[in-house]
């Protein structure tokens, strides 16, 4: 059973940043590997991908603003958040594509949903205050 375990979220005021981490318990290489974050009353959505190659794919929402990256030998995916707003307050997830259901291709491009990644860690809670 794949374990994900994140750590790094907090509180901040706007403008502020923070990197979220995520352990893996197995080799992440090859994955595709995600962030999702849902706020409170909403539905659960991407932010960030990352294939094998290192290119990723960002909702429009946080372009320019984060970065995901991952450190196969550490077994650990991160996300650099910048120039937080209010807006991005919620609870981060990660998420790792095992099934290789993923392919590169469609990782870096974006084309992937909350239903095409099979294990999700338990969250870490990112607040911004205005």
């Known amino acids: 059973q794949v374990r994900l375990a994140e750590s790094g979220g907090g509180s901040v005021p706007a403008g502020g940043s923070l990197r979220l981490s995520c352990v893996a318990s197995e080799n992440i290489l090859s994955r595709c590997m995600g962030w999702f974050r849902q706020a409170e009353g909403k539905e659960r959505e991407g932010v960030a991908a990352?294939?094998?190659?290192?290119?990723?794919s960002y909702a429009d929402s946080v372009k320019g603003r984060f970065t995901i990256s991952q450190n196969n030998a550490k077994n650990t995916l991160y996300l650099q958040m910048n120039s937080l707003k209010p807006e991005d307050s919620a609870m981060y997830y990660c998420?790792?594509?095992?099934?290789?259901?993923?392919?590169?291709?469609?990782?870096?491009?974006?084309?992937?949903?909350?239903?095409?990644?099979?294990?999700w860690g338990q969250g870490t809670q990112v607040t911004v205050s205005s």
């Open positions: 990352i294939a094998s190659d290192g290119s990723a």
């Open positions: 998420a790792a594509d095992f099934s290789f259901r993923i392919s590169s291709r469609r990782c870096s491009g974006g084309d992937w949903s909350t239903s095409d990644f099979g294990y």
